[in-house]
């Protein structure tokens, strides 16, 4: 009976993700009515409800915990909250913004419950502080005018907690990620990249003269090569691509790029050379099942994991993620696939890349040339931490050790993938403010025309 | 009516400033219908229209590469992921370090394995209370190269685990199955065992220990595969600790790919091919009075038998040990070591069958002469498995060319619909043409005037070399060996042949070959 349950549950789950996804790109499709495209956004919150409760009905059964039930209830209050939030009281949010992000926590939610309860309370726990934390931050985009004069704060912040993880953090998979303070264990380059992105932003949006961008590049250099001293080449690597995609865009020259993609080029070869948990990462790469009982076993057995669960997905409870070493972090991706199927995965990267090409999009259409900065470089990380992570548990790259947003276990990560989305929410609020601002102004105008 | 077309609230990327343009007029409708929305007091809300900036069309270009180039990621992520799913997962899965392929057997039955020649080798029931048992219809004749399902796995139970717990049956009666709770019938391994000629071989070992493998030469089909002591895969599960604590006997090793002995005599086709790559021919004349000493080390001719004046051919023929003794010690050992690798010693054979051994030749140049003169003879350190034996065989029969032996043909749903196909691949040569070509007219006249004239008929054309390998210093104890081929027009088969401890290979094993030719051939 827990079995047909499972199943009917399994494909109704798909099927509704699938939906949910397909209409994350339907609503780009251009000449949509608004009502329509008002319409859609309502199903989706619908099916994340609806997939919420599905699955925590079948975890329920397989589980026999009842503190799903209250967690649901709880989960449901959660995401009613957010959408509140950002759907009544700060009008015009993005809403495919929010949706994906509520979508992408109930997976979290969901799959955390299913491999650790426990986690998957406190995980819910941070992300109500992170609610509460983060809804003040489209105000304070919108409202605080000096953010784009405290380049040296964001600097001197970023440096000093990187360098204090290279001296006193604790390591852990052959990196120094965190400091611990008492009993809390937080990764400060979570917090610091977007402070990071603040400050490149706070130089680049008016440069004028060469001297500018040296001292970008100077004190982005020494941001790199802090995380390379921790051994955290996952995080260099998020960081130097970001500040390329930042200059890119705002000196236009293509020779950023072919120069960074060179810089990375040797640098990557370099970190080969010097450090062995690179070489073990890339051996475990290139054949894993050939050092199966080394380097290649969290990479194995998340394809194992992976390709047995196949295309449709062995049911949640049904499957074995917890073979997969640390995977409700970096290896979630491959746990999801398992459990929930191929289907649900591959759905799950493209609602990631909706996101991604919401956060351009945002950018794309904001003037403010430090608030366009902002958002290009937020949606940098984003993209850059998403494209490490997953394809590392395929082994489609070698794996770098990088969580997935809004998915995998950690305060850290959440919290600063719940501000990272704050923020470019309150840009996209900002920007329609302006924008509205501007349309009254017209509007007049127009409003003249036709009376005449 | 202004409301006909709404400008995209998402705007991907566009490039081209003609779309702008229109998007502008658009845009300036819009403000407009916002406005008399906003006077309704409905929210204004996305969609926000994007104001295109400027006339300045390269403005986007930045935005442009980096959208691109992440779309151009994430798209590449997307298809490895499926190639994955589709081309590569199946190597991981059937992985035996992935413990979830046991879990599969919860919601599959486990499908049969069948010969090539259509019958059934092992099956699953299902009782009335949803209990799985596995049969083996043939019992102990199959046992080793099937295997068993309990108790670890073992032979191709082992091999095509994954397949057997796969379903590819009609998918409506999967997910009414599944809905039902019901197992599905897993797939039909197809084998390219020929059952008959299993069975001739299994019936003519009688009750000597050993080993036989037989192969297609031109596909590398393994067509039989014996191993005795063997056990009945039927009652392996109750019988399973006496028989694995039974080290003496070794039941469960299978000897065809694992068992490593003494090549005897049937090594005398390298020393041979190793003398003609030195300049050696046919006609080379030798004495032997039955023994031969050098070094102090005296080695005589199998029963002492004094073979007289006789070519090097003839010497091959009557497996006389003191000529090839003799000749091993003119040999250039480097260039004999390297022969051997060439012919797969010391290195893991090319097959997919699961627990093969290697075969183990060392001979330096500093080698005593009584260990040349017993290596030349199949003697001294070297030892071989019976597969690789019939490998060699199958080479010289497909003039140098090794395939890979394989057992799995193919994959059938339980309506007999092929769902995969295994097609036999190439090693490459091992062997010249012309070395190929010298060595069958070696094997052929083992058969037309040497110790295998047993397999002279007119039925088919036979090509071997017999073999008594001694493995203890009791003189007496010899296993006999039979490494050769036979074929009738495109027919052909390799075999290996070992019976432990039964005496000479012509007495032996000649007749065990004889059986199998006799009933591959038709007779």
């Known amino acids: 009976m827990l079995h047909l349950l499972v199943t009917i549950s399994k494909y109704t789950i798909m099927i509704m993700f699938a939906i949910y996804t397909y209409d994350c790109f339907a609503v780009l499709r251009p000449g949509m009515k608004p009502e329509k495209r008002e319409h859609m956004y309502k199903k989706q919150t619908t099916l994340i409800y609806l997939i919420l409760l599905n699955a925590n009905a079948v975890l329920l059964c397989s589980l026999m915990d009842f503190r799903i039930i209250i967690m649901s209830v709880a989960e449901m209050i959660f995401i009613a909250l957010t959408l509140l939030i ?72 970023g440096i000093f907690g990187l360098g204090v993880v290279t001296i006193a953090g604790s390591t852990e998979y052959g990196a120094k990620l965190n400091i611990s303070i008492g009993s809390v264990t937080i990764q400060p380059s979570e917090f610091i990249k977007i402070l990071f992105v603040f400050f490149v932003a706070s130089i680049l949006y008016q440069w004028e003269d060469i001297t500018e961008l040296f001292y970008a590049s100077g004190v982005a250099l020494l941001h790199v090569l802090l995380l390379v001293a921790s051994k955290d080449l996952g995080g260099a690597a998020i960081f130097l691509i970001t500040y390329l995609a930042m200059m890119y865009v705002a000196t236009k020259n293509p020779l950023i790029l072919v120069g960074g993609f060179g810089i990375g080029a040797v640098g990557s070869f370099m970190a080969y050379k010097l450090f062995t948990h690179v070489q073990n990462r890339v051996i475990a790469w290139l054949d894993p099942l050939s050092v199966i ?150 509007t007049k105008r127009t409003k003249r025309n036709r009376d005449y | 009516m202004a409301r006909q077309k709404e400008p995209r609230e998402i705007e991907i990327i566009d490039l081209n400033p003609k779309n702008k343009n229109q998007k502008n007029k658009n845009s300036k409708k819009n403000n407009s219908n916002n406005n008399e929305n906003r006077a309704k007091g409905s929210r204004s809300k996305e969609p926000q229209p994007i104001q295109p900036k400027e006339k300045n069309g390269s403005k986007n270009r930045e935005f442009a590469v980096i959208t691109y180039g992440f779309l151009a990621l994430f798209i590449a992520l997307s298809v490895y992921f499926c190639y994955f799913m589709e081309f590569q997962s199946e190597d991981f899965i059937n992985n035996s370090y992935n413990a979830r392929i046991a879990q599969l057997s919860n919601s599959i039955i486990r499908g049969d394995i069948v010969s090539s020649d259509g019958e059934v080798l092992a099956t699953s029931s299902v009782d009335s209370q949803g209990n799985e048992t596995r049969e083996y219809p043939n019992g102990s004749t199959f046992a080793h190269v099937i295997g068993y399902n309990s108790n670890g796995l073992m032979g191709v139970e082992l091999d095509a685990n994954f397949y057997l717990l796969r379903s590819h049956s009609f ?193 330096s140049e500093d080698a005593s002469d009584s260990l040349i003169m017993q290596t030349s003879i199949g003697q001294g350190d070297t030892l071989v498995t019976p597969l690789h034996m019939a490998m060699i065989a199958s080479s010289i029969c497909n003039e140098g060319l090794l395939m890979e032996p394989y057992i799995i043909d193919s994959v059938q749903n339980d309506e007999g619909t092929n769902v995969e196909s295994y097609s036999e691949s190439e090693y490459g040569n091992i062997l010249t043409t012309v070395q190929a070509e010298e060595l069958e007219e070696y094997m052929r006249f083992v058969v037309t005037d040497g110790t295998a004239s047993a397999l002279n008929t007119d039925s088919y054309e036979a090509f071997g070399k017999t073999g008594s390998a001694e493995y203890n210093s009791d003189k007496d104890d010899t296993h006999s060996w039979f490494v050769g081929y036979a074929k009738d027009g495109d027919k052909e088969i390799a075999v290996a042949i070992i019976l432990e401890g039964a005496g000479s290979g012509s007495s032996y094993a000649v007749p065990v070959a004889k059986a199998m030719f006799d009933t591959y051939f038709g007779n």
């Open chain 1, 293 to 442: 009982d080394d380097q290649g076993y969290q990479v194995s057995q998340s394809l194992f994991a992976i390709g047995t669960g196949g295309w449709f997905g062995s049911g949640l409870g049904e499957g074995m993620p917890d073979k997969i070493p640390v995977v409700t972090k970096d290896f979630v991706f491959a746990a999801i696939s398992e459990e929930m199927g191929g289907v649900v995965a591959l759905c799950l990267i493209f609602v990631c890349i909706s996101c991604l090409l919401m956060f351009f999009n945002i950018s794309m259409s904001i003037k403010d040339m430090f608030y366009k900065l902002i958002a290009l470089g937020l949606g940098t990380i984003y993209g850059i931490q998403v494209f490490l992570t997953l394809g590392g548990v395929i082994k489609f790259i070698p794996s770098t050790g990088v969580t997935l947003p809004l998915i995998s276990y950690g305060g850290s990560s959440l919290l600063s993938t719940m501000v990272l989305f704050a923020v470019i929410q309150g840009l996209y609020i900002m920007r329609n403010d302006q924008e509205s601002e501007l349309e009254d102004g017209k």
């Open chain 2, 171 to 363: 998918i409506l009666n999967r997910l009414l199955n599944d809905l039902k709770d019901e197992k599905s019938q897993g797939d039909t391994v197809v084998t390219t065992l020929n059952a008959q000629l299993q069975k001739t071989a299994y019936f003519a070992m009688g009750n000597y220990d050993g080993a036989v493998v037989a192969m297609e030469p031109s596909t590398g089909k393994i067509l039989s595969m014996i191993s005795k002591p063997d056990f009945d895969p039927n009652t392996i599960e109750d019988d399973y600790s006496e028989i694995a604590t039974d080290s003496s006997s070794s039941v469960l090793l299978n000897r065809a790919t694992s068992g490593l002995y003494p090549p005897g005599s049937t090594f005398k086709i390298l020393t041979a091919l190793e003398y003609l790559n030195e300049g050696g021919n046919n006609t080379d004349s030798f004495d032997c009075d039955g023994s031969f000493t050098s070094d102090g080390y005296e080695i005589h001719c199998y029963g002492n038998k004094a073979h007289g004046n006789e070519t090097f051919l003839e010497a091959f023929g009557n497996s006389c040990n003191v000529v090839f003794s003799q000749v091993g010690l003119t040999l250039d050992l480097n260039s004999f070591y390297g022969l051997s690798e060439q012919l797969l010693f010391n290195k893991s054979l090319p097959t997919r069958l699961s627990n093969v051994k290697s075969s183990s030749f060392s001979l």
């Open chain 1, 86 to 157: 950002y759907n009544r009281i700060y009008k015009g949010a993005s809403l495919s913004v929010v949706n994906n992000m509520c979508m992408l926590l109930t997976l979290s939610f969901i799959i955390l419950t299913r491999l650790d309860i426990e986690k998957a309370i406190r995980q819910f726990g941070i992300a109500c502080v992170a609610l509460v934390i983060t809804c003040v931050i489209p105000l304070f985009i919108s409202k605080l005018k000096f953010l784009n004069k405290l380049s040296f704060l964001y600097a001197i912040i």
